[in-house]
């Protein structure tokens, strides 16, 4: 039997925040706290093909164009008031250019040990998700409930074109 004091257990990481970060927002950095993405997905097409000489009845699949999902992001808190604005410049009515930007979505361990009020720190290992050419495509208010005792959370969902995933 092996000795519980010398072996290493790797428990699942629990409760969980999301910091996500836009580049070049009126030239800030804008900086939110989320509590769910959810979206996050790269999917390839398979394109399936036969040439007409082909002595097999069966295609051959071929790799076509990557596509994404539009990531939901769920928040409650924001350190600065970038974020926002990034996110009215995309859903004006009376917008020039979309304004497409860098996302860049960390996952903060919240039992990391930190104290209160500070950022708590980056899981360890390479736990963030980069988003290219990224620009909000909705924008939901809480519901607003004077009879309901619910966090009044609001959510942003977010088209881009290309997703990395750094190490």
Not at 6 to 22: D, E, G, H, I, S
Not at 67 to 81: I, P
Not at 86 to 95: H, L, Y
Not at 145 to 156: D, G, H, K, R
């Amino acid at each position: 039997m092996a000795d519980t004091n010398q072996v290493n257990l790797a428990y699942p990481l629990t409760k969980m925040n999301f910091l996500v970060t836009v580049d070049g927002v009126d030239g800030v950095a804008a900086t939110a706290a989320f509590s769910e993405v959810s979206g996050v997905e790269a999917t390839v097409d398979v394109i399936e093909f036969r040439q007409g000489n082909s002595g097999s009845l069966s295609p051959v699949k071929i790799p076509g164009l990557v596509k994404h999902g539009n990531v939901t992001l769920k928040f409650g808190y924001t350190s600065n008031n970038a974020f926002k604005t990034w996110i009215q410049e995309c859903v004006s009515e009376t917008r020039g250019e979309m304004p497409r930007s860098k996302v860049q979505i960390e996952m903060i361990d919240i039992n990391s040990g930190a104290p209160q009020g500070v950022v708590q720190q980056t899981v360890a290992g390479s736990k963030v998700w980069l988003l290219t050419n990224a620009w909000v495509t909705k924008y939901s208010a809480p519901d607003l409930n004077a009879t309901a005792s619910e966090v009044a959370i609001e959510s942003v969902e977010l088209a881009y074109e290309e997703l990395i995933i750094p190490n």
